[in-house]
C-alpha cells in the first residue's frame, strides 16, 4: 500500500530550525513531483513547496521563501523540509503529499501522510 | 500568491444537493484546467475528490462532481449523507509551478 509518513515535528522557539522527513513506501519518488502542504491550528491548507520528479527543480510559496528548503534522497526514497528561521506562523501540522500524475505535474495530491506537528513559540 | 475565496460555510438537508464555489482569477482557475477538490474531516487527512476540474479518482462516489465556468470552479454533493458533512478545499494551479488553496469550505448535512 502506498504510504508516506512524516516525521521531525516538535516544539522550537522564534528564528529556530527543524527538518521534516517523508518516508515513501511502495512508490519511488523519482517518479512523482512531491509537495509538502501546511494547515496552521483550526485554519485552511496552504501550499508550502514542491519538488520535481527529477529532482532538479523546486518552488516554494512566498510565505517560506528563502527560509525553508525542500530536497530528497533518492537512495532511501525520503522527503525532507529543513526550515530556517521559523515564526510563530510557522506553527502547523505538515503533510507531504504525492502529484495526482507520474512525471511533471503540478495539479493536485491524491495519496497524503498523516501528517507531524510544528509548533514555533517561546 | 492568491487564495482562491470559498464561502466559509455550506448547508444542504440530508438526500439533497448543496453546491459550493471555488473563485479566483484568469492566472489560477481562470487559466487552467487543473482544479481539485479535498474533503477534510476532523483530525483526519484531506483526501482527493476531484482533479483537472472533473475527474474523479477511483473510490470516489459519483454523488461528487464538479464543474469550471470562467474562474469560478464548483462542487456539487448530490444524495447528501451524514458523512458528508465535512471541510472542502478547492486548489489550482496558478502558474510558475505554485500551487494555491482555497480557503475552505465547512459542509453541516441538515
Known amino acids: 500500500q502506498v504510504q508516506l509518513v512524516e516525521s521531525g515535528g516538535g516544539v522550537v522557539q522564534p528564528g529556530g530550525s527543524l527538518r521534516l522527513s517523508c518516508e515513501v513506501s511502495?512508490?519511488?519518488?523519482?517518479?512523482?513531483?512531491m509537495h509538502w502542504v501546511r494547515q496552521a491550528p483550526g485554519k485552511g491548507l496552504e501550499w508550502v513547496a514542491l519538488i520535481s520528479n527529477e529532482g532538479d527543480f523546486e518552488n516554494y510559496a512566498v510565505s517560506v521563501k528563502g527560509r525553508f528548503a525542500i530536497s530528497r534522497d533518492n537512495t532511501e526514497n525520503t522527503l525532507f523540509l529543513d526550515m530556517h528561521s521559523l515564526r510563530l506562523e510557522d506553527t502547523a501540522v505538515y503533510y507531504c503529499?504525492?502529484?495526482?500524475?507520474?512525471?511533471?505535474?503540478?495539479?493536485?495530491?491524491?495519496?497524503w501522510g498523516h501528517g507531524t506537528v510544528v509548533t514555533v513559540s517561546s | 500568491q492568491s487564495v482562491l475565496t470559498q464561502p466559509p460555510s455550506a448547508s444542504g438537508s440530508l438526500g439533497h444537493s448543496v453546491t459550493i464555489s471555488c473563485t479566483g482569477t484568469?492566472?489560477?482557475?481562470?487559466?487552467?484546467?487543473?482544479v481539485s477538490w479535498y474533503q477534510q474531516h476532523p483530525g483526519q487527512v484531506p483526501r482527493l475528490l476531484i482533479y483537472?476540474?472533473?475527474k474523479r479518482p477511483s473510490g470516489v462516489p459519483d454523488r461528487f462532481s464538479a464543474s469550471k465556468s470562467g474562474n469560478t470552479a464548483s462542487l456539487t454533493v448530490s444524495g447528501l449523507q451524514a458523512e458528508d458533512e465535512a471541510d472542502y478545499y478547492c486548489?489550482?494551479?496558478?502558474?510558475?509551478?505554485?500551487?494555491?488553496f482555497g480557503g475552505g469550505t465547512k459542509l453541516t448535512v441538515l
Open positions: 486548489s489550482s494551479y496558478a502558474g510558475d509551478n505554485n500551487l494555491v
Open positions: 483537472e476540474v472533473t
Open positions: 484568469r492566472r489560477d482557475v481562470g487559466g487552467y484546467e487543473y
Open positions: 511502495r512508490f519511488m519518488i523519482t517518479d512523482y513531483v
Open positions: 503529499a504525492r502529484e495526482v500524475w507520474s512525471g511533471w505535474s503540478v495539479n493536485g495530491a491524491d495519496v
